[in-house]
């Protein structure tokens, strides 16, 4: 592992914890060169479907893009570092347990809305805005009242 300060080789691990669900350890390292320590995360890599785009491209599944699209959206809300990987881990599960070889991104974005509403309305809102790309104030509305209608659960992952 490279250390990010001064591009050192060689560390050793300090601490190591797995996450509540075991699918993700977190270790703590320590540069042998600079004594610089920095955090590291490992998980499975796991096969994941293609993602078919709008435009018909096919393209690798990416689980940043979706962790991007929930930061933005949980921008300045009560949400932790821990909450958006949960989030994360939850819409990649769903995406795995469906069997399939390809996914259209129109999908998985759903996917990603329905968490939202589930847990935060204003990121949900956010979100949708950007994903489902408002053509007028009437659609932004309708997807307000919608929001506004349905119970939202307090913010337990």
Do not use: W
């Not at 949960?86 to 759903?110: D, H, W, Y």
């Amino acid at each position: 592992m490279k250390c990010p300060f001064c591009g050192h080789l060689e560390n050793k691990v300090v601490e190591s914890r797995i996450n509540q669900s075991g699918d993700l350890t977190r270790r703590r390292r320590e540069c042998i060169s600079c004594d610089s320590r920095f955090t590291t995360y490992e998980r499975v890599e796991e096969l994941m479907p293609l993602v078919i785009k709008k435009d018909g491209r096919r393209e690798e599944f990416n689980r940043d893009k979706i962790m991007d699209g929930i930061r933005k959206s949980c921008q300045k809300r009560l949400f932790t570092v821990s909450d958006f990987e949960e989030m994360v881990r939850s819409t990649e599960l769903k995406i795995q347990s469906l069997g399939v070889k390809e996914i259209p991104s129109v999908q998985i974005g759903q996917m990603v809305m329905e968490l939202l509403r589930t847990k935060d309305k204003v990121a949900y809102i956010r979100f949708a805005s950007v994903y489902r790309d408002f053509k007028d104030v009437e659609e932004f509305l309708s997807e307000l009242k919608k929001a506004s209608d349905q119970p939202q659960q307090e913010l337990t992952l």
